[in-house]
């Protein structure tokens, strides 16, 4: 990562291809995806509980805070050039010089208009990218699959308009080379590497074992640590001989999104799973050496399960007895206003918690959550609208 200090007024980071990442400017965070959109956020803390404001910039915008930080590079570079500037180095081995100016030069080249060719690029490498765990935002995203194969729980969104697909051997051979060149140098800001998009361990060994081996030999520096979501209607088959398998080709970590452990929320949720099969699917990954990341979610299912949701999800929390390594998320649900939840909510009567009782269940499952994992499991919040990639 580069860091140029602009006075005491903005600071703005890039990765080591000179790709603008974030700015902080005016009291206010800006993040860059690599498809060319610019979130602005800030919190307002004067309420009962924390409101997160988030934007993505209108085009002028975008393409201000984005020449910004190309002018900011700019100016470093001369003053780097006149050595009137310090560098504090982070690399291995001694300040290098010719290696940061190199980095500010393509930093410095980085305008709007080379933002929206990069962008460009990017929709040409990847379908889009709709969420990822939040250990997991710089991980690089290989999609071994597109889409959702469920894609029917009332309450997501994600893949709605995509259909479930599995990249051909080939095609996904290409697809690691297309990353390749796109990132280039900026691979280095990219930790281990994320199995898209919401299913790819759905394959059979016989299909998944040979994508892993192309991707081991493809970027072999981030194949050592894979990661994936999983769910818990065809996970639960693989035993943990099974992914002791996919640990000895580098997966560390499944997410489990349990959502609730309450079953009959799940049903209402259409997530055709069971808090049983999830906790012995988190058994058989702990059993193999598989770290978990298990996501629920506050304030799904309303008023009409508020009690039993947060009971009965706790209890669960208990019984996968989890551990050094693994990770508890609790995610606020916002209830949307259309679609197949609000559908199925009118038509159960379910009204939904006000925004201060969703945060109020938050933290009731954190702290209960808190109390029912073992040592050296970490539970936190889940902002899923904090994410771009």
């Given at each position: 990562?580069?860091?140029?200090?602009?006075?005491?007024?903005?600071?703005?980071?890039?990765?080591?291809?000179?790709?603008?990442?974030?700015?902080?400017?005016?009291?206010?965070?800006?993040?860059?995806?690599?498809?060319?959109?610019?979130?602005?956020?800030?919190?307002?803390?004067?309420?009962?509980?924390?409101?997160?404001?988030?934007?993505?910039?209108?085009?002028?915008?975008?393409?201000?805070?984005?020449?910004?930080?190309?002018?900011?590079?700019?100016?470093?570079?001369?003053?780097?050039?006149?050595?009137?500037?310090?560098?504090?180095?982070?690399?291995?081995?001694?300040?290098?010089?010719?290696?940061?100016?190199?980095?500010?030069?393509?930093?410095?080249?980085?305008?709007?208009?080379?933002?929206?060719?990069?962008?460009?690029?990017?929709?040409?490498?990847?379908?889009?990218?709709?969420?990822?765990?939040?250990?997991?935002?710089?991980?690089?995203?290989?999609?071994?699959?597109?889409?959702?194969?469920?894609?029917?729980?009332?309450?997501?969104?994600?893949?709605?308009?995509?259909?479930?697909?599995?990249?051909?051997?080939?095609?996904?051979?290409?697809?690691?080379?297309?990353?390749?060149?796109?990132?280039?140098?900026?691979?280095?800001?990219?930790?281990?590497?994320?199995?898209?998009?919401?299913?790819?361990?759905?394959?059979p060994s016989g299909e998944l074992m040979p994508r892993l081996d192309l991707l081991a030999r493809a970027l072999p520096d981030h194949a050592g640590d894979l990661a994936a979501f999983i769910d818990v209607f065809t996970g639960y088959r693989r035993d943990h001989r099974d992914l002791a398998a996919l640990r000895a080709r580098g997966l560390r970590r499944i997410y489990l999104g349990l959502e609730s452990g309450n079953d009959e929320l799940l049903e209402f949720l259409n997530k055709p799973q069971s808090a049983a099969k999830a906790i012995r699917l988190a058994h058989a990954a702990r059993d193999a050496g598989v770290a978990v990341g298990i996501i629920v979610m506050a304030g799904i299912g309303g008023d009409l399960f508020r009690p039993k949701h947060v009971e009965a999800t706790l209890a669960a929390i208990r019984a996968m007895e989890l551990g050094a390594g693994d990770l508890l998320y609790v995610s606020a649900f916002a209830a949307p206003q259309t679609g197949p939840y609000a559908e199925r909510a009118m038509a159960a009567g379910v009204i939904p918690l006000t925004e201060d009782e969703v945060w109020d269940q938050v933290n009731e499952l954190v702290a209960g959550s808190k109390a029912s994992v073992g040592p050296g499991a970490r539970v936190a919040r889940y902002d899923i609208e904090e994410f771009i990639y």
């Open positions: 990562m580069i860091t140029v200090f602009d006075g005491e007024d903005a600071i703005y980071t890039f990765d080591h291809a000179g790709r603008f990442c974030s700015a902080w400017a005016g009291y206010r965070l800006y993040r860059r995806a690599l498809d060319g959109r610019v979130m602005r956020k800030h919190t307002d803390r004067s309420g009962r509980h924390p409101h997160r404001h988030r934007s993505f910039l209108e085009d002028e915008a975008r393409a201000a805070i984005t020449n910004a930080a190309a002018g900011a590079a700019s100016a470093a570079l001369d003053a780097l050039r006149d050595g009137t500037v310090e560098i504090l180095w982070s690399l291995p081995g001694d300040p290098d010089v010719d290696r940061a100016a190199g980095f500010l030069e393509a930093a410095a080249l980085f305008d709007a208009a080379t933002a929206d060719a990069d962008a460009l690029r990017y929709a040409s490498v990847y379908t889009p990218v709709p969420i990822l765990p939040p250990d997991r935002y710089r991980s690089l995203v290989v999609q071994v699959t597109e889409g959702c194969h469920w894609n029917r729980c009332t309450f997501c969104s994600f893949y709605r308009t995509r259909p479930f697909r599995i990249k051909p051997l080939g095609e996904f051979a290409s697809h690691l080379d297309a990353i390749r060149a796109f990132f280039g140098p900026g691979l280095t800001l990219r930790r281990g590497a994320f199995l898209g998009d919401a299913n790819a361990l759905l394959l």
